[in-house]
């Protein structure tokens, strides 16, 4: 074999936007001796040396690689000149995209065709940095770990790599593996299950042991394997489904510890099964006809219209993204799109969300743990991964928020949602039939993403970047598109769908996707017929490998050719691996061995189910007194403050990297106003052509409530995310919800014990909004251990998404304020809502004052804003949360460039929030701002008799926001363009 | 009714994603649309006789790997090369659209031969990677100034939203610039709000030379264009149509009611000689 290197370099070192880049970031670190930064893509070819000689390989640079305008290719490698060369590269194995591609183009370019799938020329690619300045080669290894490399997937060279052969997987002899189990002490159980990366407790251990003591046999290692990923926490949601003795202390005495005794006052429940008692039991008992398929696919569907249905899955990939933030969270939305693709008779994405929970970016370098990637590089890293991954996809990604907490800094959330429409008859999830064939489509199976399910089982260590590299996954967008492309022809063909059932190959790989396909059935698999990307695999690892892109089908014998034909069509791989056989049991063969044979009830009946402790007390906690918390001296000052906290800050750096407009459906865009740069309530997409039916689509989360109160930081969420789909224009009476929780090791009674209340509030909150779940996820180990045994967990987070039917998009409305003259008026109730709001943040405090949802007359305010808003007789509409009625104001203010005058006298109120700084800053919950005009000003106002509102003010062609106190004088009058700015700054990272 | 019936290709590969939307609206203009994968045509390209128009969508065209629309060009070079200038002598449309405009230029397609230059020189521009190195989703003010553009005439003040990470125009030499001018082949700038032609972020986006934001061929019918007209036809995906006192008129829409336009008058002539 011979290896020939191409560089490609900028023609002009001066149009070198990457290196400009890379520049930038450099300096943040502090690390003025850089003056340049020039960067090169590199590119092996290897061949055998009589399929490509030099000729052929300058044509390869010059005709493919390199653009002639702006390029300049180099055979071999350039000197770096005078500065520190640094070259990246993957490691083996690793997914490279770029390769595959230029792969099959030399193929096209030369005529060389591959040969069994293995290209003519194989390609690897790396990316070159020369840095310019007197540095010393540990400030460059510095920059290379820092910025330029992630070492769990990629390699650092200090010179040009030029290898004398690409590393080659060589494929291994067989063995069967067989796992003496059923000999082992409970601490070898204990050990092996640590060992192996099994993440399954001692009674989950001796549930295995005693059962092939049954089989008078040991387990082979596929076996072990395939029960493990099977009772993951991430497959079965042990914990949610789990038997819970929970007590609840009513209040909090400030001394000892009470989660082994039960004390006086203690209230103590059994809960049989957590999410069925509270969440599928809100859903059930509302019983909206709406709901179509709910918990049981991989995406809750409800209706859109007689003839479409709408499915949404809402989906966390936090280990993964903490370790390689890029991949992580690509694949994350790619496992969410997949999810989507395979609900029912199989969905057609139309929208993603991203919602991220990060340290703050400004945490000083000497700050962090070791081990954790910095929270500026995770957050860049991040919002990469989902912009080119969600954007190659063709997909909008149209709503989502970040919230910032110091105790995310060594585990980062990452949520991506997709949304999915799909013909009504199609909503229902398909079932395997006997007989029917298993089909493997899309991606080849490597050796990635290996125990990713096991290992986002359990809390990240400081080691976890090392020990759990492979379980890091990297994507390959275009794969998983041409796999949708031709999925959706197979859905949609005369004589469709082509399968009876479709899943995504996701978490545990193809043992978790055929364990569930076939559990009614039964499966006989053939693992030596799955495609690999590399030699070297053992039977074991093809059966577990997390690699992306791929689906599994269930197809009847006589649609297996039609097909495969559609997929060869497009280039896209499907392999029959076996058949669904009607046997009961799981059997895999491997190179005519017969490599496991479990039941199928013991696989997904036998998990024990053992009653878990959960406990609450109240926090001990101090209210602020008036005396620590002076009102401000100066509002505007204050409120500026409070726009330029990164959480309430603009989003839009992120946002414009993302297309939220492909598909050309999106009615609200996540940025509204004349000049684009308002934060919407949420997102509105029209996705069916010709009509006006649309799906608003929006989220609440209100983590720092958590630390208060678990059940009002659900409720407050739930409410948040009903809020901003009503403003703009979605029906609350139509409306589902879906949660995602994101808890410290529920293992701690209580870290459950708040799960048990948050689910409590799930219930009660959907049952009295009317709102019913239609799907949830839940990741239950969020914990970082640091070196020094400090045990970092994170608060207790919920997302709540909304999706929301609005009748007729041309009603919608946006937030940003219209017309000088309209009034200003505002709906809910203000109380003493301080503890937890952003205001007291400012000043250090928490308080103990939580927001409290009325459940006895929130639903009422949605209804009636909502009904407001139907019959047009609104303007513009935000909701108040985060920084309360003054945050609101000057949002709405800047976005529509215009200004107020607003009378807090006008505001109702509690006895208690008689304050200026409490009307303005408190962030008690159901409370909407509305714009209307003088046209409609009596209706409205007639339509609100009987809710708590008041009549603010007027909008102003001056962009001054004017507030005149409750009491006496004015408390500013300030221009709305110094609000924008204080609030467009902190997260514009655009230099 | 018209009696022609005006057929349009609308041609996808691995990774096109604004295929459906293109369909709709050459529909919406009164087209017959296919859509058909590259692999198909390759395998027949004798079905290029039963089209008028060929669109080629935005999307990341096998990934935009080593650079946006290059693969995709070398597809269309190596396989379609023949046919597609046939296509072009033969008076028919082509429009490339985001991606698809990046395929036309990397395949020397557009600018396409020039008077002023020597007949082998095609690779004369490029869309390189927008100046500040991101991918950019927004709307941007656009003016048509082409008089020999079949698919916009000259004079329409645009508004359009881009989305790309490499859009930037750029020409191998001054020349280039002069000879598109001087042939009237620049289509589309961005301009700011006072309609003169940008040079800054964002009315300019990507930091392309001249606002060039769409170019024909010096026979006005082969465009190429960064903005999505298709992503604006209809009103209320205009960013802030509910503050407008009207309806927004949706401006995407003239790029295929011109083209099917052009092709019904130009059908006519045909069948009569």
């Known amino acids: 074999m011979a290896v020939y290197r191409i560089e490609v370099h900028p023609l002009h070192s001066s149009d070198d936007p990457t290196g400009a880049a890379v520049l930038a970031e450099i300096r943040q670190l502090g690390m003025a001796e850089v003056h340049a930064v020039r960067t090169a893509r590199v590119f092996l070819l290897q061949a055998p040396p009589a399929a490509l000689g030099e000729e052929q390989v300058r044509r390869i640079a010059h005709e493919l690689l390199c653009d002639p305008v702006i390029e300049r290719p180099v055979l071999g490698h350039e000197a770096p000149g005078s500065g520190r060369l640094i070259e990246v590269h993957l490691k083996p194995g690793v997914m490279d995209p770029v390769a595959a591609s230029t792969e099959m183009a030399i193929g096209d370019l030369l005529d060389m065709s591959a040969t069994n799938g293995e290209p003519a020329v194989q390609v690897r690619t790396g990316r070159r940095y020369v840095l310019a300045g007197h540095l010393t080669a540990d400030a460059a290894a510095l920059i290379a770990r820092r910025l330029l490399a992630n070492e769990s997937i990629e390699q650092v060279y200090f010179e040009p790599l030029v290898p004398n052969e690409f590393p080659q997987g060589r494929s291994r002899e067989f063995r069967r593996v067989e796992v003496p189990i059923r000999t082992l002490s409970p601490e070898e159980l204990q050990s092996l299950s640590r060992r192996g990366h099994l993440f399954l407790d001692l009674t989950e251990m001796q549930t295995i042991q005693n059962y092939f003591r049954s089989l008078d046999r040991d387990p082979t290692d596929a076996e072990l394997e395939t029960l493990a990923q099977s009772w993951s926490e991430h497959c079965v949601h042990k914990t949610l489904k789990a038997r819970i003795e929970f007590t609840h202390h009513p209040a909090a005495d400030g001394a000892g510890d009470h989660h082994e005794h039960h004390a006086p006052g203690d209230t103590v429940q059994i809960i049989d099964n957590l999410v069925q008692s509270t969440i599928f039991r809100a859903t059930s008992e509302l019983a909206r006809p709406w709901t179509l398929s709910v918990f049981r696919d991989n995406a809750g569907v409800m209706a859109f219209d007689d003839q479409y249905a709408v499915c949404m899955k809402v989906e966390t990939h936090n280990r993964p993204s903490a370790i390689e933030p890029y991949g992580g969270a690509a694949t994350g939305i790619g496992g969410c799109i997949r999810d989507v693709l395979g609900t029912g008779g199989g969905a057609r994405p139309i929208a993603c969300t991203d919602i991220f929970c990060f340290a703050d970016p400004q945490t000083p370098g000497e700050q962090l743990p070791a081990g954790v990637i910095h929270p500026r590089r995770i957050a860049q890293r991040v919002v990469a991964g989902v912009r080119d991954y969600g954007n190659r996809m063709g997909i909008p990604t149209v709503n989502g928020a970040i919230y910032f907490d110091q105790r995310y800094i060594g585990n980062p959330l990452v949520f991506c949602g997709t949304l999915g429409i799909l013909p009504r008859h199609l909503a229902a999830k398909g079932a395997a039939q006997p007989g029917d064939h298993i089909i493997l489509i899309g991606g080849r199976t490597g050796r990635d993403g290996i125990h990713g399910a096991t290992f986002s089982s359990d809390v990240v260590t400081d080691k976890h970047g090392d020990e759990f590299s492979h379980a890091v996954q990297i994507g390959n967008a275009i794969t998983q598109k041409k796999m949708l492309d031709v999925l959706l022809q197979a859905r949609d063909c005369s004589g469709g769908p082509l399968y009876h059932a479709i899943t995504d190959c996701g978490a545990g790989g193809l043992s978790s996707a055929v364990g569930e396909m076939g559990e009614k059935t039964g499966a006989t698999v053939e693992l030596d017929r799955v495609p690999l990307k590399y030699q070297g695999l053992d039977y074991a690892e093809i059966w577990i490998s997390e690699a992306q892109e791929r689906m599994v089908l269930a197809v009847a014998p006589r649609n297996v050719a039609p097909l495969l034909e559609l997929a060869a069509a497009e280039d896209v791989e499907a392999t029959n691996i076996g058949v669904f056989d009607g046997s009961g049991r799981l059997t895999l063969h491997y190179q005519g061995h017969v490599v496991a044979v479990l039941d199928m009830n013991f696989i997904h009946g036998g998990l024990p189910r053992p009653t878990r402790k959960a406990v609450w007390q109240e926090p001990v906690l101090a209210e602020a007194r008036r005396a620590e918390i002076s009102s401000p001296r100066d509002y505007a000052a204050t409120l500026t403050s409070l726009l330029a906290t990164p959480t309430i800050a603009s989003k839009h750096w992120i946002i414009r990297q993302y297309d939220h407009e492909v598909q050309a459906a999106t009615v609200l865009k996540p940025l509204v106003g004349p000049d684009g740069d308002g934060p919407g309530d949420a997102a509105v997409l029209c996705p069916v052509p010709g009509s006006r039916r649309g799906l608003a689509l929006a989220i609440g989360c209100q983590p720092r409530f958590g630390d208060i109160d678990p059940y009002q930081m659900a409720l407050n969420g739930i409410d948040e995310a009903i809020r901003n789909v009503v403003c703009v224009g979605g029906d609350p009476a139509h409306t589902a919800l879906l949660d995602n929780f994101c808890w410290p090791k529920c293992s701690d009674p209580i870290h459950l014990g708040a799960l048990v209340l948050a689910c409590q509030a799930c219930y009660d909150g959907a049952k009295a909004f009317g709102t019913p779940f239609i799907s949830g996820k839940d990741s239950l180990s969020n914990e970082f251990i640091a070196e020094n045994g400090r045990r970092i967990c994170i608060p207790y987070t919920l997302l709540i998404s909304a999706l929301s039917v609005v009748p007729d998009v041309s009603r919608c409305v946006t937030m940003d304020a219209k017309q000088a003259g309209d009034h200003l008026l505002i709906v809910g109730n203000t109380a003493w809502d301080m503890g937890g709001s952003y205001y007291w943040a400012l000043e250090g405090h928490l308080g103990r004052c939580v927001p409290k949802v009325n459940l006895a007359t929130a639903p009422q305010v949605h209804r009636i804003v909502a009904g407001l808003i139907h019959q047009g007789l609104v303007r513009c509409a935000h909701d108040l949360s985060e920084g309360g009625l003054a945050v609101a104001l000057a949002e709405m203010l800047f976005a529509g460039r215009l200004g107020a005058r607003v009378d807090l006298a006008a505001v109702p109120r509690a006895q208690n929030a008689d304050a200026d700084d409490v009307l303005l800053f408190s962030e008690s919950p159901t409370r909407y701002l509305l714009e209307v005009s003088a046209e409609h000003f009596d209706t409205v106002v007639r339509s609100l008799r009987g809710l708590c509102f008041g009549v603010l003010g007027r909008i102003t062609e001056q962009p001054n926001l004017v507030i005149r106190s409750a009491h006496a004088g004015y408390l500013m009058d300030e221009p709305v363009e110094n609000f924008r700015r204080a609030w467009r700054g902190p997260l514009d990272w655009s230099v | ?273």
């Open chain 2, 1 to 273: 009714m018209e009696s022609s019936n005006v057929r349009v290709l609308v041609l996808r590969s691995a990774g096109t994603n604004c295929d459906r939307e293109l369909v709709l609206a050459f529909q919406k203009a009164g087209a017959e649309v296919v859509a058909l994968h590259i692999n198909r045509l390759m395998a027949n390209p004798g079905q290029l006789a039963d089209y008028q128009i060929l669109a080629i969508p935005g999307g990341f065209s096998y990934g935009d790997d080593i650079a946006s629309g290059k693969i995709l060009a070398n597809q269309l070079l190596r396989h379609l090369r023949d046919p597609l200038r046939r296509w072009v002598q033969d008076g028919k449309l082509i429009i490339g659209i985001c991606n698809g405009f990046q395929a036309l230029v990397k395949a020397g397609l557009l600018p396409g031969p020039m008077p002023q230059l020597s007949p082998d020189d095609l690779f004369t521009a490029t869309l390189a990677p927008n100046s500040h190195a991101r991918f950019e989703d927004r709307w941007v003010r656009l003016a048509s100034q082409s008089n020999i553009c079949k698919w916009i005439p000259a004079g329409r003040s645009l508004y359009l939203p881009i989305a790309h990470g490499e859009g930037r125009f750029l020409v191998r030499r001054p020349e280039v610039l002069a000879a598109l001018r001087s042939n009237d082949q620049i289509v589309l700038q961005y301009v700011t709000a006072d309609g003169m032609p940008a040079a800054e972020f964002p009315d300019n986006p990507n930091g392309s030379a001249a606002a060039i934001a769409g170019i024909c061929d010096i026979t006005g019918r082969v465009l190429g264009l960064m903005p999505h007209p298709e992503r604006f036809t209809d009103s209320l995906v205009h960013p802030f149509w509910s503050r407008c006192a009207r309806a927004p008129s949706p401006d995407g829409m003239e790029f295929f009611l011109h083209a099917v336009h052009f092709v019904r008058g130009g059908m006519a002539v045909t069948m009569k000689t």
